[in-house]
């Protein structure tokens, strides 16, 4: 694998899931893989999982990671070719990537969406710069509009417990307090429906996601409606893409345990950070649904399977 930046990038994203979940039954296997390599792991962004996961998944192959901060730590990044840099940002991302990557074996990078706007986010300049200028693999770590490593872990948690069975799969909008990116939701869509899964999408009409993710699942505007007979319901709350940005509230959406009773016995699935009575009740994520911890400690697997697959096409 040269780099991780969507599904795109998986030749078979249901068996690069398999595959962590054989990484997984012995973690170790490949410790000397990473021997005298080093991973970058460069944050635009807070994170908690991505952060550690990366870093346990690195360390289980061998690997030594340095990790940058850059709002916090570092000069700031110009994106802009041909800038006239008299501002505020004081290095070039041209040279700042090439820096990195000297220095490193394979670079991640998380960057958010400004949530402004639409053709700038979904244009990835950051991460694209990364790829042209970094001259080592890169791995997204979260985009403006993709997180590819969450979504290998939830189709490798999704595969655990539904083995070979075919579930119903339901992605629905919950609602939140502020604009959150559409990350998580594009690449769930995408590697469901990549690994030939069935996958119903529930949200309010105005929060439709772009098609370009979702074509070949079933839309379903009544969220109950859609949690019928429903084996695995994940939850998250996304931002409008529509009127971009924007934030829809809609209280009624919160998944709880009257909801969840609608189900066939469904698994409760979130990527985390999650809002307590909020996006999910107290009573729905400590009941026996949740798997959300299952999910976040799959993330060191789902890293370790794409180092690997790096690692062996260095
Ligand atoms: N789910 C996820 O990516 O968590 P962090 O933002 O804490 O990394």
């Known amino acids: 694998m040269k780099q991780f930046l969507s599904a795109n990038d998986a030749d078979d994203p249901l068996q690069l899931a398999r595959e962590a979940i054989e990484i997984k039954k012995d ?32 360390y289980n192959l061998g ?76 791995i997204n770590m979260e985009s403006a509009s993709l997180h590819p490593l969450q979504s290998l872990a939830d189709l490798m948690t999704i595969k655990e417990f539904a083995g070979n069975g075919k579930p119903k799969i339901v992605l629905t909008w919950a609602p939140h307090v502020k604009s959150l990116p559409q990350s998580v939701a594009n690449s769930f869509a995408q590697w469901i429906i990549a690994s030939n899964m069935d996958l119903t999408i529930t949200h309010p009409e105005e929060m439709e996601l772009s098609s370009e993710f979702t074509a070949g699942a079933t839309i379903e505007y009544d969220q109950e409606k859609a949690f019928q007979s429903a084996d695995f319901i994940y939850v ?44 999910i009740t107290d009573g729905a994520l400590d009941s026996n649904h949740s798997i959300v911890i299952r999910q976040a400690e799959n993330r060191i697997y789902s890293a370790q399977v794409v180092l690997k697959k790096i690692l062996e096409a260095l």
């Open 63 to 138: 690997m030594k990671v340095i990790t940058l901060n850059v709002t916090s730590d570092s000069w700031q990044l110009e994106t802009e070719e041909g800038a006239v840099m008299d501002k505020g940002h004081a290095e070039h991302v041209r040279e700042a990537a090439a820096v990195m990557g000297s220095y490193c074996d394979i670079l991640g990078v998380r960057s958010f969406p400004g949530l402004r706007s639409r053709e700038e986010d979904y244009a990835e300049k950051l991460i694209t710069s990364f790829r042209n200028y970094g001259n080592v693999p890169l």
């Open 27 to 58: 973690p170790y296997e490949f410790s000397h893989l990473g021997e005298n390599k080093v991973l970058g792991l460069i944050f635009f962004n807070p994170s908690l999982r991505t952060r550690m996961s990366m870093v346990r998944a690195a």
């Open 236 to 279: 998250k709350n996304w931002s409008s893409y529509k009127d971009y940005g924007k934030l829809h509230k809609d209280s009624w959406w919160m998944v709880d345990e009257r909801k969840l009773a609608l189900t066939n016995n469904a698994r409760l699935m979130h990527c985390l950070p999650v809002r307590r009575n909020v996006v």
